[in-house]
């Protein structure tokens, strides 16, 4: 069985002290939950600490973002490596709010899941249609091409520690969550694709976690679905009542 993620993705928000407060307190009322996997997934400047935070803990740490050498004359980026040394176990590549506003496109994302499997980082890979791509009837083919050239190139093995996350872009921030049947369309779709590109059995051990106006109202039916593996929770991560009622579905 596939263990469900829950991960929170604070984008660019949080100063030190919030941060360190909120992950206290998500440790403090997470402790004895093992069922499932959670992911903090903060700023990269406050990383360390929150890393500091959930030390001895089962709360994985995750970054938003990397570049894909791992050092050199690269002025502004991070590379895995570093996010590797201050104890990064996951990282969130082609969230479309990169896509959208920094030029990220699949060929970028391909590059970055490659080094990061290499390092030992293992890649959160997002994808999703526009609201104008879903209401042109393009949801399926901007989906196959996301997957199909983002994740080009690795290997069976790697495959099986990989995640994906289906983020259809009108639902984020906007609280116009999919419908279960809306989500879980998509990312059936996407757990087929997974099987012709690494095996059916491969596919099967492959997380696929939802995101987009996730709350504590809608997790539970999302989690119902089928091929939904988990959440990544923007907006309801940043207030620790709200992840904590999201964590516990
Ligand atoms: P919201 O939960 O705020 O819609 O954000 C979703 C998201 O982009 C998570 O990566």
Not at 6 to 16: E, F, V
Not at 62 to 89: F, H
Request: net charge neutral.
């Amino acid at each position: 069985m596939r263990k469900p993620i829950i991960a929170g993705n604070w984008k660019m928000n949080k100063l030190t002290s919030e941060a360190v407060e909120l992950a206290r307190e998500v440790k403090d009322k997470t402790g004895t939950i093992a069922d499932r996997e959670i992911v903090l997934c903060p700023p990269f400047t406050v990383l360390s600490a929150v890393k500091e935070v959930i030390k001895g803990s089962s709360i994985k740490l995750g970054a938003q973002n990397m570049y894909w050498e791992v050092r050199g004359a690269y002025t502004g980026e991070v590379s895995p490596t570093m996010l590797k040394d201050i104890g990064c176990n996951y990282v969130i590549l082609g969230h479309s709010e990169r896509r959208q506003y920094f030029g990220e496109t699949n060929e970028t994302v391909n590059k970055k899941a490659k080094i990061a499997f290499s390092i030992g980082l293992i890649p959160i890979v997002c994808v999703g249609e526009t609201l104008q791509q879903r209401e042109k009837g393009e949801t399926l083919t901007v989906i196959e091409e996301q997957v199909k050239t983002g994740l080009s190139g690795l290997t069976k093995e790697e495959s099986k520690g990989l995640v994906v996350a289906y983020e259809p872009v009108w639902a984020i921030g906007t609280g116009k969550t999919a419908t279960p049947e809306e989500a879980e369309e998509v990312q059936r779709f996407i757990r087929k694709l997974l099987g012709q590109m690494f095996g059916k059995e491969n596919a099967q051990a492959i997380r696929i976690l939802y995101g987009g106006s996730i709350n504590p109202d809608n997790i539970s039916v999302l989690m119902s679905c089928e091929d939904i593996d988990g959440g990544l929770i923007g907006g309801a991560s940043l207030n620790v009542e709200s992840f904590l009622k999201v964590v516990r579905y």
